[in-house]
C-alpha cells in the first residue's frame, strides 16, 4: 500500500522558522563580535597566532549571521540559498588560508606566544554558550529544509571544537611552556575550517536543501545527514519544497 505523501510545511510555519533564524543570527552576531574583539586584542598582546586566529574565526561567524539575515530579508529566503552558501563557504576558506601561513611562520620561529589569561577564559566561556546556540540553529535549519541555516549552525559549533583546541593549546602553552602548541592549534582551526569552507560551498552540508538551492541542473546535493532518509525522507523533502 503506497503511503500518502505529507502535506508541505504551511506558509505561517515557515515564516515563524524564518524570524527565528533571524534572531538566532542577530544573537550570534552580538555574541561573535564581542568575542572577535576580546580575542583579536588579547592575541595580539600576547602573540598567539590560535588566539588571533580564533578572533577572525568569530569575524567569519558575525559574517555568516549577517549573510542568514540577508537572506531571510528576501521575501523568497530559498532564491538566495545558493549564494549565501557560497558566501559562507568562501569566507571560511579565506580563514583557513590566513591561519595556516601565520600557524606556519610561529612554528618556523617567528616568535614565541605568552601566557593569555583573557584568552583561556573567552575560550572556555564559549565552550559553554556556543552548542546551545549551535542546536537552536541547526534544528531551526532542518526544520526549514535550508542548508544556508544548517551551515551557519555549523559555523557556531565549530566555535565549539575550536574553543576546546584553543582552551588546550592556551593552558599547554601557559602551564608547561610548550610554546608550539599555540600554532599547532592554529594548523587545527584552520584544517576544521577549511573543511566547513569546502562543504558549505559545495552546498553538501544538508541533503534537504530547497528546490533553489539544488545544484544547476536540479539535481540534489548529496546527503550528509543532515535530514533523515527513509520513511521521514519524504516528509522532509516535501517540507523543504521539493
Known amino acids: 500500500m503506497t503511503a500518502l505523501a505529507p502535506a508541505p510545511l504551511p506558509a505561517a510555519d515557515r515564516r515563524r522558522l524564518g524570524r527565528q533564524a533571524q534572531r538566532l543570527a542577530a544573537a550570534s552576531v552580538g555574541y561573535n563580535l564581542i568575542e572577535a574583539a576580546v ?55 579565506i580563514l583557513a588560508a590566513y591561519i ?42 532542518r526544520a526549514l529544509g535550508s542548508g544556508s541555516v544548517v551551515a551557519d549552525s555549523a559555523q557556531t559549533l565549530l566555535c565549539t571544537y575550536l574553543s576546546a583546541v584553543l582552551l588546550a593549546g592556551l593552558l599547554l602553552d601557559g602551564l608547561l611552556g610548550w610554546g608550539w602548541a599555540d600554532p599547532a592549534a592554529g594548523l587545527i582551526i584552520a584544517a576544521v575550517a577549511a573543511r566547513e569552507g569546502v562543504t558549505a560551498w559545495r552546498g553538501t552540508n544538508c541533503g534537504c536543501l530547497p528546490a533553489a538551492a539544488q545544484a544547476p541542473g536540479g539535481t540534489p546535493e548529496a546527503d550528509d545527514g543532515c535530514c533523515p532518509s527513509g520513511p521521514d525522507a519524504g516528509q522532509r523533502r516535501t517540507a523543504a519544497g521539493r
Do not use: N
Request: aromatic share 4%.
Open 100 to 141: 595556516t601561513t601565520e600557524s606556519v611562520r610561529s612554528l618556523a620561529g617567528a616568535g614565541e606566544p605568552a601566557t593569555s589569561p583573557a584568552g583561556i577564559a573567552l575560550a572556555a566561556l564559549s565552550l559553554l554558550i556556543m552548542p546551545v546556540l549551535s542546536l537552536a540553529q541547526r534544528r531551526t535549519g
Open 39 to 93: 580575542a583579536v586584542s588579547a592575541g595580539a598582546v600576547a602573540g598567539s597566532v590560535a588566539l588571533v586566529g580564533f578572533g577572525l574565526d568569530s569575524l567569519i561567524e558575525v559574517s555568516s549571521g549577517l549573510i542568514i539575515l540577508w537572506q531571510f530579508r528576501h521575501p523568497v529566503p530559498e532564491s538566495r540559498e545558493r549564494q549565501a552558501l557560497r558566501l559562507i563557504g568562501g569566507c571560511f576558506l
